[in-house]
């Protein structure tokens, strides 16, 4: 009876892709952080300044890898629309 020989492992691969993974969205993050941190006066008052924060801060902490994206998601949509209310008044 042959000897089978175990595939070789991709180990290396795999955690070269999720090292990737991992500073795309720290890159993504830091990208949104700097956009928020560039608002005006009146955007730091509104209450979507600070859950946007606490969304880009606290809760991308605790979350897996696999909820991140959806959190930035959320952060830009914040920041998108407070850009929009400062650029109104």
């Given amino acids: ?3 089978r020989q175990a ?3 991709n180990k ?3 955690r070269a892709g999720f ?3 991992y500073d795309d969205i720290e890159a993504r993050r ?3 952080v700097a956009r928020l941190a560039s608002l005006g006066e009146a955007a730091r008052r ?3 300044y600070k859950r946007s924060l606490t969304l880009l801060n606290a809760t991308f902490r605790r979350s897996k890898l696999t ?3 959806a959190i930035l998601q959320a952060a830009a949509w914040l920041i998108d ?3 929009k209310l400062t650029s109104i008044t």
């Fill in 1 to 3: 009876m042959p000897t």
């Fill in 7 to 9: 595939p070789p492992s």
């Fill in 12 to 14: 290396s691969a795999a």
């Fill in 19 to 21: 090292r990737e993974r």
């Fill in 30 to 32: 830091a990208a949104l």
């Fill in 46 to 48: 509104h209450p979507a």
């Fill in 67 to 69: 909820q991140r994206l």
């Fill in 81 to 83: 629309i407070l850009e």
